[in-house]
């Protein structure tokens, strides 16, 4: 067994599909039937249906699934839920165990050769497990051992040798005592989820706006004049959008959707908690569809800054001149760029009909206020930050920024992956973050800087790393160039993953590897002073608690803050330096709350506020017109037309998500949308590109990245034919990431590019 090869890549998972055309219309019945037969599936009826009506409810738990805010008032009796957290509730509730006889029965080269959909499949973890140096098989170990065995690694190497990721799950408290835990032992190498996700816009907003969060609220978005939706699938990721964007029709607004694919959930939309609606069937959400190419978004926004300055020198009354003068700076700049830039360069970057953008800039023009939200089609881009900062640019002339219906919308993904950043997951914070840190525990942090992700990786690979240690997530998978990734965490001594259920990155691992399982968000956290609610941040800056309800399926499992205090309380055991009551911020999580109010700003109150139904606001200033920059204005910029010539019979392959996944981990094998059903080893491509190629539907083809010299592939994928621009192609996330070069990431934020790949494609003789 032991000299078997170990998949680090995802096998095959499923050797037949079809096709079948893509819907116009999304969600309505046949979403709520989908819901119900997952929960059918995985769970137990009367428990799924317990606790799918407390599912985003007052005194409920936040669905894990997405960070869309809920309504305030309006909650839906039969649960603020929707298609796609209810498969995020039934992977978590899941009936099926994944305990140690499970690893008994499995070698890791068996579970390596399950699909990432069989292996997610196989349950919940239950018990903390352990893979010895030499062993091919996890087996279980007491909690006592697990943190003993970790002490002692950390504590036999430099702390800048290892890393502490962290998933977008954790919640505040369990985040705050984590980054508490890994500085006091000393570094700062707190890679996270959002590096690879809304890095880019953290890092354009910051700078242009002095805030690296969005500034609009749930209410903006009911009341913008017009929203623009671009590299965002909300149908599949964010389904709870499409309600608010149903109301923001409602009210008279109107929607521009920018994406080189026509997603079904931005076209139509039917809400399934309405009855009324669903014999209506439903309202047409965007006005105007504009198919760009990938990539082509900075140049579309540049086009139309073009159209706007026409119409302001013609007409005037195009640019808020008033917000301009008064509270921004380089406007001068900005101007003198757009008059300089080439209309027709712009149109035929965008890949976009020149009508369409002259109606997008009439639109824009006829409508006072306006938000841009985007998502990974913008981000993930070797330009993601010059284009959030064009997207900046563009509100800024119209002045909408900080008043009602109008400003940035980044919408976030993970259910708390903006808290996270807020409790001090991130490798570089501030010195007066530090020094507040310090004081609050009589500790001395280290000020260096850490890794991010893709630093964390190379670190790895040049075994200048030798300890990972993932709170949550499916880091293997999830990051860039999967064999160069499984190569660095090969190198480790140890790898270490707090999990809900088993995935590829327990499979991939250091000379010794351990598992701890924790409480998900459905579950009850029972600790010394009673019965524990956590609370979480969603993409619009609102902190609310979230109460787990049912019971946990393991008696074994601890939560994530107790996890992290009994690892402290191991390594800290003998030392001098640190001298922090572990237990008494373990045993009541208002303790760990009164220590976040004393660390960081905007939590004042945090106990009595986060009670309180509605929880509170973070103070956010862009949404005041307060920008906290340098000089305490908005900051126009000048940002060049990206690089997007590839040599002839070059593709650009984006990566995004099906309908039926959550990140790495599968719910099934279908994309009901796009109507691609059994498969996710596919290849979307346009069907004249296929006819100049030779192509049929569901040819094989070997696909190969090529960047600096190197070159990275996968293998027998299928030909799918999609309606996308000329020129690009479509996989799955995570299929498709061994294509992605560690060395392509965003400039200045180092998000990989996921989503501008540039590939060749190799027929496969049948
Ligand atoms: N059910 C479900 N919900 C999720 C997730 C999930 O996997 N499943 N993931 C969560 C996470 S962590 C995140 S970050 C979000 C992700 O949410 P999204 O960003 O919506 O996710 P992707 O599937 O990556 O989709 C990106 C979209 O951008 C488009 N696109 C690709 N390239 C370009 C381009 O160059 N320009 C433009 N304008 N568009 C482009 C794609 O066609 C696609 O519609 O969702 C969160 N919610
Ligand atoms: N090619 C490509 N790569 C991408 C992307 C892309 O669009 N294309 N998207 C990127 C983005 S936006 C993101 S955010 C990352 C996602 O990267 P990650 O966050 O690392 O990946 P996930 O798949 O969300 O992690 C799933 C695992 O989390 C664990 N888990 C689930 N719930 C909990 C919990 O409550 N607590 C704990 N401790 N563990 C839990 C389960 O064991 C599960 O297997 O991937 C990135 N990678
Ligand atoms: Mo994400």
Redesign the pocket.
Known sequence: MKDQKINHRPPQSSDSFEISTPKEKSVGMPAVVESLRQMNKYMDMPKALRASLKMNQKGGFDCP???WPDPDDERSPLGEYCE?GI??LAEEATKFRANPDFFLKHSIAELSAMSDFTLGKSGRLTQPMYLAEGDDHYRAISWEAAFKKMAAQLNAVNPNEAIFYTS?RTSNEAAFLYQLFVRAYGTNNLPD?SNM??ESSGKALSQTLGIGKGSVTLEDIHQADLIMV?????G????RMLSALEKNKANGGTIIA????K?AGLVHYTNPQKVSRMLMGGVDLTDLYLP??????LAFVKALMILLLEKEEKNGGVFDHDFIKAQTTGYDEVIASIKTADFDTCVKESGLQEADIRKAAELIVANKNMIIC????????VNGVDTIKEIVNLLLLRGSIGKSGAGTCP????SN?QGDRTMGIYESMSEGFHQKLDKAFGIQTPREHGYATIHAIEAMYEKKAKVFFAMGGNFLSAAPDTDYTAEGLRNCELTVHVSTKPNRSHLVHGKEAIILPCLGRTEMDMQASGYQFVSVENSMGVVHSSKGVLSPLSPALKSEVAIVAGLAKAVFANSEKVNIDWNVLEGDYDKIREKIEEVIPGFEDYNNRVREKNGFELPNGARTRNFSTSDGKAHFTVNALPENEIPAGHYHL????S?D???T?I?GLDDRYRGIKNGREVILMNKKDMQLAGFKAKDKVNVHSIFKGKTRSIFNFSIVPYDLPQG?L?AY?PEANPLVPIDSFALESFTPV???IVVKLERVSA
């Open positions: 699934g997405c960070a796609n498969k995020a977008g989820c996700c809304h671009m590299g965002q699938n909300p599949t990721n964010h389904p920018v994406n080189p694919m997603e760009i190419r990938i990539n082509g978004d985007w998502a990974m089609g913008i981000t993930q881009q919408v976030r993904g993970h992956v984006g990566t995004v998500r309908h996944q959550y990140n981990t719910y690009n479509m996330f996921s989503k501008r």
